[in-house]
């Protein structure tokens, strides 16, 4: 069953994180979102792509894999943009939807079904338009089926200034005073906020909703 409308065309697809392999593999859960992001885009329901994630649990760029990933896939870089400082999903829907609101566009959330009800549950809060679209499997397979192995030859590059993250709350602890609870917790009072019409803004650093381009490596030169 899909979960969204028909009339998606013109809206961006956020792609939210997932860890990327310490082998460097997109893995199951940023592989699968990519491939369902893709096929909306095949499918004309959306026009270009958000990536969005930090480099959460291993030394790789969420975002920036996501990216590659589209790319080797055939989507033209210039569809796509990048968020890569999320780092939990409050923050990937918050810094999309900054973005999206610069570009003129609205979201459509290409996620498992709950992180898209999720996300949209929180920009909605923000008084924004979203759209969820949760993943179609038989469609991932779809395009597995035909691409898996382009998806598996994606080979991002180290962070070269990757933090744990355990690291980083704890610096974000030192400038804001606030200590993150779990995130289980955190969503679910988050929630209970907004039907007071409360809407707690994640944290917002510098470069937050920067509109950055997705711009690929650089391929080495050939050997003559």
């Given at each position: 069953?899909?979960?969204?409308?028909?009339?998606?065309?013109?809206?961006?697809?956020?792609?939210?994180?997932?860890?990327?392999?310490?082998?460097?593999?997109?893995g199951?859960?940023?592989?699968?979102?990519?491939?369902?992001a893709?096929?909306?885009?095949?499918d004309g329901?959306?026009?270009?792509?958000?990536?969005?994630?930090?480099?959460?649990?291993?030394?790789?760029n969420?975002?920036?894999?996501?990216?590659m990933?589209?790319?080797?896939?055939?989507v033209?870089?210039?569809?796509?943009?990048?968020?890569?400082l999320?780092?939990?999903?409050?923050?990937?829907?918050?810094?999309?939807?900054?973005?999206?609101?610069?570009?003129?566009h609205?979201?459509?959330?290409a996620?498992?079904?709950?992180?898209?009800?999720?996300?949209?549950a929180?920009?909605?809060?923000?008084?924004?338009?979203?759209?969820?679209a949760?993943i179609?499997?038989?469609r991932?397979?779809?395009?597995?089926?035909g691409?898996?192995?382009?998806l598996?030859?994606v080979?991002?590059?180290?962070?070269?200034?990757?933090?744990?993250?355990d690291?980083?709350?704890?610096a974000?602890f030192?400038?804001?005073?606030w200590?993150?609870?779990?995130?289980?917790?955190?969503y679910?009072?988050?929630?209970?906020?907004s039907?007071?019409?409360?809407?707690?803004?994640?944290?917002?650093g510098?470069?937050?909703g920067?509109?950055i381009?997705?711009?690929?490596?650089?391929?080495?030169?050939?050997?003559?």
């Amino acid at each position: 069953m899909l979960w969204f409308s028909a009339a998606l065309a013109g809206k961006l697809a956020l792609v939210p994180g997932c860890p990327v392999q310490e082998d460097g593999l997109l893995g199951p859960c940023l592989g699968g979102k990519v491939a369902w992001a893709f096929s909306l885009y095949e499918d004309g329901r959306v026009e270009g792509f958000i990536t969005s994630g930090n480099a959460v649990y291993s030394p790789y760029n969420e975002a920036y894999a996501a990216a590659m990933a589209l790319q080797a896939l055939g989507v033209p870089p210039e569809k796509i943009w990048l968020d890569p400082l999320a780092l939990h999903t409050d923050e990937n829907a918050y810094n999309a939807m900054l973005i999206a609101d610069a570009l003129g566009h609205e979201l459509v959330v290409a996620a498992t079904r709950s992180q898209a009800l999720g996300i949209c549950a929180y920009v909605r809060s923000w008084d924004h338009a979203c759209e969820e679209a949760p993943i179609d499997y038989g469609r991932v397979g779809e395009v597995m089926a035909g691409d898996g192995i382009v998806l598996a030859s994606v080979d991002p590059p180290v962070d070269p200034d990757f933090i744990p993250l355990d690291e980083r709350e704890a610096a974000r602890f030192e400038e804001t005073g606030w200590v993150r609870p779990g995130s289980a917790k955190l969503y679910l009072l988050d929630g209970i906020r907004s039907t007071t019409g409360e809407a707690r803004v994640p944290y917002a650093g510098d470069g937050v909703g920067a509109v950055i381009p997705f711009v690929p490596p650089e391929l080495p030169a050939e050997t003559p």
